[in-house]
């Protein structure tokens, strides 16, 4: 039993530690704005929202242009196919007629005039059989340089001012002399017309063919449109022919070892290598990309454009319905952290809740200031009360003074002091019954202190000397009733001798202190001055009253200096050098005046 209570004990202590170290956790926490994770959860939403609408467009626009791409190559594959089998035809042709007629070309300058006749009009037939049965070859010749044979046949693809052209290229020196052109395929441009030329060469002989760049593209031309294009280019890039005639602009295309890139930021381009000639690109609009996004997307588009459209305006609909209230309601708070209990908030059309919310926030702050008035007057009449007791616990020790000096006066027969004392008493008794007035002028206290002294001068003839300097704008400010004769009182008590003369000096001044003014009250006797203890004491800001008896006039004096004007350190004490008491009161200069 005692082991188990034992363990609770301890369980409970450690929750209650637990507890303790969560609240400072949470104190030490600053709080976070209700509309900054409002708006914050708000734009993480739409952030996460258009994070996912980008990527699926861009995953869209990839798989499109992967598709775009595949298909292409697949569509230039044939093409490729079909150029390559074009040229494959024409390299056969030439090759079955250099074998079969070289031998008449070498020994075409060995022959007579007859036989050469029919030796050229024989291979002339042997060109124009090629020609006539392959659309593909666009020229075949034959040349022979020293016996001036040239002979030549011309495909249907080939214009008449075309023909002149290329005969007299290749007749003349230059073709004679171009070391590229040979049993592969070269290209050349007459006329800005771009030709593939294959030739084999036996000594000064050459027979070869030359294809167009346009007849290779005759196939490719059919399937293009008017957003997919097809280019052919040599080994350097420079295109020869293109379906669209104004790509000639873009020559020579970049060779920058991809095979599929984007060009003049308005194509995507798709290449691939024809290992005869170059390349062929197919030259893709980009905008025809987007013709490639199935509905889907396009609704997937359409959506992210109506919420970004949709979003801010629900944010504005949401930041007038919510957040406007909810600051509203914060700004009416602080207003009232400040003391503006008449705030009233804002009349406009806001939901049911915020509504009732701001019903529910009116009632209360006006239910609060009935309270706080309430609560505000009970407290005036507690410090009324409280300020009247303490002056109730000053006055006996006038009486009590003022009755042993009378009776010390009868044992020796002082009539004249005796009447002076009763005269100066019943001024004294009519002060102290002035109907409760918690403050007084400078004056009227300054008279009323003459008068007790005057009251001592009875009682102790010839040992009183005193002095009085007072501004005379001074004299009608208000100060607590009772404030100096409760000092002067005391300075009788401790400070007064027989057989020494007892010195009082009383000064009330303007001072300023931190652009502040005050009456400054000081008050000095050449006693032997107050003890360390009390001076520490007094002096302190936590001083309560003295529930012993002792200096229980000081500590009223003290706290009703703290109940009229809220605040502390407006008593101070100390002593004079080489000996004397010194106090020294701070009345401020307003609630001087305004105190009644």
Not at 48 to 58: E, F, K, P
Not at 155 to 177: C, M
Not at 338 to 367: C, R, V
């Amino acid at each position: 039993m005692e082991r188990g209570l034992r363990l609770f004990s301890l369980i409970f202590e450690s929750k209650n530690v637990f507890l303790k170290r969560k609240a400072d956790m949470f104190k030490r926490t600053k709080p976070v704005s209700f509309v900054y994770k409002f708006s914050l959860q708000i734009t993480l939403v739409l952030a996460i929202l258009v994070a996912v609408l980008i990527i699926s467009n861009v995953y869209s626009f990839n798989v499109v242009e992967t598709n775009i791409v595949n298909s292409s190559k697949y569509t230039m594959g044939i093409h490729i196919t079909n150029i390559q089998n074009r040229l494959n035809s024409v390299s056969k042709d030439l090759n079955e007629v250099f074998e079969n007629h070289i031998d008449d070309v070498v020994l075409y300058p060995k022959k007579d005039e007859s036989s050469k006749y029919f030796d050229a009009l024989r291979l002339k037939n042997a060109l124009l059989s090629k020609v006539s049965n392959n659309e593909s070859i666009d020229a075949l010749f034959i040349l022979e340089p020293s016996e001036h044979l040239f002979l030549m046949q011309f495909g249907k693809n080939i214009r008449s001012n075309e023909n002149q052209t290329l005969s007299d290229y290749l007749k003349s020196e230059q073709f004679a002399r171009n070391k590229m052109i040979g049993r592969e395929w070269s290209s050349i441009q007459l006329n800005g017309i771009d030709y593939e030329i294959k030739c084999f060469k036996l000594s000064d002989i050459m027979i070869g063919a030359a294809v167009k760049a346009d007849t290779l593209m005759n196939v490719v031309k059919k399937t293009s449109d008017s957003q997919n294009h097809y280019g052919l280019t040599d080994k350097n890039g420079r295109l020869l022919s293109a379906t669209d005639p104004s790509l000639i602009r873009l020559s020579p295309l970049p060779d920058n070892g991809k095979t599929t890139y984007k060009l003049d930021g308005k194509y995507f381009v798709i290449s691939e290598d024809i290992p005869e000639i170059g390349k062929l690109s197919n030259m893709i609009e980009r905008k025809s990309v987007l013709s490639g996004l199935d509905f889907i997307q396009w609704v997937i588009i359409s959506l992210g454009v109506v919420t970004l459209i949709i979003v801010p305006a629900v944010l504005t609909s949401l930041s007038r319905q919510i957040i406007k209230p909810v600051l509203e309601l914060v700004k009416a708070t602080k207003e009232l952290e400040k003391g503006n209990w008449d705030y009233q908030l804002p009349l406009h059309k806001a939901s049911i809740e915020f509504a009732k919310l701001f019903h529910s926030f009116t009632s209360m702050i006006k239910e609060i200031k009935q309270l706080k008035i309430h609560s505000y007057e009970e407290k005036l009449e507690r410090n009324k009360a409280e300020l009247k007791y303490l002056q109730m616990q000053i006055k006996p020790h006038f009486f009590l003074n003022a009755i042993t000096t009378i009776s010390s006066l009868t044992y020796h027969n002082k009539n004249e002091e005796i009447r002076k004392l009763i005269n100066y008493l019943s001024e004294h008794l009519r002060y102290m019954f002035k109907g409760g007035l918690v403050n007084v002028t400078v004056r009227e206290e300054i008279d009323h202190v003459t008068n007790y002294i005057h009251m001592q001068e009875i009682k102790f003839p010839n040992h009183i000397f005193h002095m009085i300097d007072i501004e005379p704008n001074l004299e009608q400010h208000r100060l607590p009733q009772f404030l100096i004769q409760t000092f002067i009182e005391n300075t009788f008590k401790h400070a007064l001798v027989y057989g020494d003369i007892l010195s009082i000096f009383m000064k009330v001044e303007t001072y300023s202190y931190h652009q502040e003014d005050f009456v400054k009250i000081t008050l000095e006797d050449y006693g032997e001055g107050f003890p360390a203890e009390i001076i520490e004491e007094v002096n302190a800001t936590d001083t309560n009253v003295n529930d012993t008896g002792q200096r229980i006039g000081i500590s009223n004096i003290k706290k009703t200096l703290r109940l009229l004007y809220k605040r502390d350190g407006l008593l101070k004490i100390s002593n004079n050098e080489p000996s004397g008491a010194k106090v020294e009161i701070w009345i401020p200069f307003q609630s001087s005046v305004d105190q009644a």
